[in-house]
């Protein structure tokens, strides 16, 4: 709290602060909230449904940010999405941007999705960014198709 109210007062207006405690620590971040004026933004460690349900239910973060690994696929990640509308928040993803974009721009309470092109490689074509956002592909499915030679460098 202390090292968020000294960034507060330097003025430098951050549009959140992540991961503030402890990612299990519901109480201990929801009291960092309500301490500052920063939002907060939490969840790229939560792991499944039931956690983000007790991470929402008790006010934590201002900002869902969900992984589609750690919550379990996209159905678990859709019900996490879901949840947090119920209770008016954003959601913003996390890594995995060729997947993301698809899911942050099927929900209405989608915000950003995180771009970290890391698995670029893996694919003949990702999402481009078109004015710094990420252009909704429009091929069927994911609109994925992995890089034969790729695949074929990192073969065992």
């Known amino acids: 709290m202390d090292i968020g109210r000294r960034v507060e007062d330097a003025g430098v207006g951050l549009f959140w602060l992540e991961d503030v405690t402890t990612h299990d620590d519901y109480a201990g971040i929801a009291r960092v909230n309500a301490a500052l004026s920063t939002p907060i933004c939490g969840g790229e460690l939560v792991y499944g449904i039931i956690p983000f349900r007790h991470m929402i239910e008790a006010r934590s973060v201002d900002y869902v940010m969900i992984d589609l690994v750690r919550a379990g ?6 019900k996490i999405a879901g949840m947090a509308e119920a209770f ?42 078109q004015g710094g956002e990420l252009a909704m592909p429009t091929a069927p499915g994911l609109s994925l198709e992995f890089d034969q030679a790729t695949l074929d460098r990192y073969k065992a």
């Open 88 to 129: 008016n928040l954003p959601v913003v993803s996390h890594l995995i941007p060729e997947v993301h974009v698809h899911l942050i721009g099927a929900i209405p309470n989608g915000l950003t999705v995180e771009y970290m092109p890391w698995l670029v490689p893996l694919f003949k074509e990702v999402p481009v960014q």
């Open 73 to 78: 696929g996209v159905t678990p990640w859709l």
